[in-house]
C-alpha cells in the first residue's frame, strides 16, 4: 500500500459551535471549512496544523454512526486517515491481507475525497480511513 501522509484526525463532538470555539481562542487555530455530508449524517469542521488536518465531527441525527460513537464512549478521537494514491489498490491489498473492511469499496467523504474506514476490530481498536484525492 502505498500510504503518503496522515490526512486528518477526526474528533467526535457533541457541539460544533463551542468545539470551534476552543480550537480558535484556545489552541489559536482557524475552522477554514465547514460541511455536511449528509449521507454519513455529519457536519465537520476543518483545521490545518502543519501537514496534518483536524476534523470535527457532529451528528446531524440520532442515527448517525458518530451520535452513536459518543453514546457509547463520548467524545474524542473517533477516527485516523491516512492519505493514499490508490484507493481501490490499498483496499484490496488491506483485504487480501486479512483486515475487515467497513467500506467495500470508495464513497464520497468531506472535501471532496473519495473514503473507505477499516473495521477496528482488525486494526488493533483504531478506527481507520483511507482517503484519495479524486
Not at 483545521?47 to 476534523?55: A, N, P, S, V
Request: hydrophobic letters at 40%; proline letters at 3%.
Amino acid at each position: 500500500m502505498n500510504l503518503t501522509h496522515i490526512e486528518h484526525i477526526g474528533i467526535a463532538v457533541r457541539n460544533l459551535e463551542e468545539s470551534i470555539a476552543y480550537y480558535e481562542n484556545i489552541l489559536g487555530l482557524k475552522c477554514y471549512a465547514i460541511e455536511e455530508v449528509a449521507d454519513q449524517q455529519v457536519k465537520t469542521a476543518f483545521f490545518r496544523i502543519g501537514d496534518c488536518k483536524l476534523e470535527l465531527l457532529v451528528a446531524t441525527s440520532d442515527t448517525s454512526p458518530i451520535a452513536k460513537f459518543i453514546e457509547k464512549k463520548g467524545e474524542g478521537i473517533h477516527h485516523l486517515a491516512f492519505a493514499t494514491q490508490n484507493l481501490v489498490e490499498s483496499l484490496a491489498e488491506t483485504s487480501q491481507k486479512g483486515i475487515q473492511l467497513i467500506d467495500q469499496k470508495p464513497r464520497a467523504g468531506a472535501e471532496g475525497l473519495q473514503i473507505a474506514f477499516l473495521h477496528p476490530k482488525s486494526t488493533f481498536g483504531v478506527l481507520t480511513e483511507l482517503c484519495q484525492k479524486p
